[in-house]
């Protein structure tokens, strides 16, 4: 119906006004303003977290130039390569040395070593810089069990490492003397010995991240301790293969590796077992921090 004029009130020329009879099915229609880019604020979180991950890269690549300044000073690149080749200059003929085939071979190689160095000593820094970017997005306890699976990792390479630049290398210098033909002057190519030595150093360390590895197997549920426990006698056999395989052909080494690796089995048993118990999730815990983005 329509409203009733007011006294005094002027006589438009407009259209009666219409009350509608039900009024919570009154729709407010108003004209949409296009939007075609996204909002400063969804754009936001995006910028944020490329910025971070600049300053880490930054800070990563800053600690192994700081290492890198250092060791180029001292002992510098050619003090490094004499300390490097050590192993394989004690067990020489007398009177033999490295070659150098390239021509600026010479400059490179030590260069290049410096270079790897500085990565492996600034590893730590690289390390907690990718931990403290990826840190904000998990639970409590995803933190309790990358902190010390990131520790145990880097010293068990570590120790890799130097297994088999004071054990393996100077034994494997010895046996190669030992049945090489007297005819043959030993002249190694400086180049050649860093490829083979670092093969040799990767191999090493990762054989010794067997610990890890399980532990890792174990968390996830891909095995349980009862399985490693019953598959120990095999993991034994298994082990001198990967000796035979990544070492020199002498019974010092492989047996060794193979002791070594066999005993960081079962560590890796226990560490499985612990780390069960320090980074179990809460039953109550089912949504992510509070500082972690929604998924789009």
Do not use: C, N
Not at 11 to 27: C, I, L, N, Y
Not at 197 to 208: D, I
């Amino acid at each position: 119906m329509p409203s009733p004029a007011r006294p005094g009130s002027r006589a438009t020329a407009h259209a009666p006004v219409f009350e509608p009879a039900f009024p919570f099915f009154a729709v407010q229609v108003t004209d949409p303003k296009p939007s075609d880019s996204p909002s400063p604020e969804a754009e936001q979180p995006f910028v944020t977290h490329l910025v971070e991950l600049r300053d880490r890269l930054i800070r990563a690549v800053a600690s192994v130039g700081v290492v890198f300044a250092v060791l180029a000073v001292y002992p510098g690149p050619s003090g490094l390569f004499d300390l490097f080749a050590k192993p394989l200059i004690a067990h020489l003929p007398h009177g033999s040395t490295m070659i150098a085939i390239g021509v600026i071979t010479p400059f490179l190689v030590p260069l290049k070593l410096t270079m790897l160095v500085a990565l492996m000593i600034a590893l730590p820094v690289v390390l907690y810089q990718l931990w403290a970017f990826i840190a904000p997005g998990l639970y409590a306890h995803e933190k309790r069990l990358v902190v010390p699976l990131i520790f145990i990792s880097t010293l068990l390479f570590y120790l890799g490492v130097a297994f088999a630049y004071f054990i393996v290398l100077g034994r494997l210098f010895t046996f190669i003397q030992d049945v090489a033909p007297k005819v043959i002057t030993a002249a190694p190519d400086i180049e050649s010995y860093l490829s083979f030595v670092l093969t040799l150093f990767l191999a090493f360390g990762t054989a010794f991240e067997v610990p890890v590895v399980l532990m890792l197997l174990v968390r996830f549920g891909v095995l349980t301790i009862a399985q490693l426990k019953a598959w120990r006698s095999y993991f034994i056999v298994v082990a001198f293969i990967i000796a035979a395989v990544i070492t020199p052909p002498d019974v010092f080494s492989q047996t060794s590796l193979a002791m070594s690796m066999i005993l960081l089995y079962e560590v890796g048993i226990v560490g499985s077992r612990m780390l069960g118990k320090y980074a179990r999730a809460p039953e109550d815990e089912a949504e992510k921090p509070a500082d972690a983005e929604p998924p789009a």
